[in-house]
């Protein structure tokens, strides 16, 4: 039995996959990764009708999570928040993320908030969902899954981050005009570059033809971190971080533990903590580095300053 009393969980945006794993894996006991401590509660479908991938999901979504997952079905983001203790802010559209996360600060002072991807469309709306979560109290972070695959963290762990010399990712790239460039998929592989090489990266190029992109980031004391994407239909998100003496291999593909569990075993641990495991220097400087390789791809590849 566990020490800790079961949280109560709240669902904001119900147009992602996302959504259903969360709910089979702290809801259902039969689940292959079945966490234990909280259950998901309550859930605003929400939807972007501009947004087919978005807005079509959220019926099949919605029924899933009442009728499989016994979850309530609420009519407002701030019914979500008043039933819930902590709130998963699942929402696949990054345009709605600062004006629903100013309603569920506003409506739960001090309760905890993960916030999925992508977080933000500029650095400036990554500043202002911060200084919002301050002003009300509000513990918040946000990452990509990829960022705590067993794949990378074995190999990148707080005493070896440190000593990282430079590191190179692969993973897919899928466009969608209304989350422009990098944020909407691309944000995978960037969030693993900065879990080997931490903040501190001092400008980007990027280099981006049809079905391939190559982003180049310059950190401090010389150290070069580099993403390989591709919209060819590879979904395979591999790596290589250097050391000074050796390399060790990324691969998320051979992992038997998937990296949503691992994902929502640190959102669980944050929750009853409301530490958060990424900062919200790296963050919003990572969302400043998607804002540059944006730019340098739109202007040929030329350096950008962070």
Not at 165 to 193: C, D, S, V
Not at 266 to 283: D, H, K, N, Q
Request: proline letters at 6%; aromatic letters at 10%.
């Amino acid at each position: 039995m566990s020490k800790f009393p079961e949280l109560k969980l709240g669902l904001v945006g119900l147009d992602t996959s996302h959504v259903i794993v969360f709910s089979d894996e702290f809801n259902n006991p039969g689940a292959k990764h079945h966490i234990e401590g909280a259950r998901v509660v309550a859930a605003f479908p929400g939807g972007s009708p501009d947004l087919p991938s978005s807005i079509d999901r959220v019926p099949g979504y919605t029924k899933d999570l009442r009728e499989k997952y016994g979850v309530q079905i609420m009519d407002s983001i701030e019914a979500v928040v008043a039933a819930s203790d902590a709130i998963l802010h699942t929402s696949l559209d990054g345009r709605t993320h600062v004006a629903q996360f100013r309603r569920i600060a506003a409506a739960g002072p001090g309760k905890p908030v993960f916030v999925d991807k992508p977080f933000a469309l500029s650095t400036a709306e990554a500043k202002e969902i911060f200084a919002i979560a301050q002003q009300h109290g509000c513990p918040i972070f946000t990452s990509s899954s990829l960022r705590f695959t067993g794949a990378l963290t074995r190999v990148v762990t707080p005493e070896t981050r440190p000593t990282v010399r430079g590191a190179q990712f692969h993973g897919p790239a899928t466009f969608e005009k209304t989350n422009p460039g990098f944020y909407w998929y691309g944000i995978h592989p960037i969030e693993m570059l900065y879990t080997a090489m931490g903040p501190g990266c001092r400008s980007v190029r990027c280099v981006g033809l049809e079905n391939h992109d190559s982003i180049v980031g310059v950190w401090d004391g010389g150290r070069i971190g580099t993403v390989q994407t591709n919209r060819t239909g590879n979904y395979a998100y591999l790596g290589l971080v250097h050391f000074e003496k050796t390399s060790a291999v990324i691969n998320v593909q051979a992992e038997t533990k998937g990296f949503f569990t691992c994902l929502a075993e640190v959102i669980l641990e944050f929750f009853r903590t409301g530490v958060p495991p990424v900062s919200a220097a790296e963050t919003i400087e990572l969302i400043r580095f998607i804002e540059a390789a944006n730019e340098s791809r739109a202007h040929g590849g030329r350096e950008v300053p962070l």
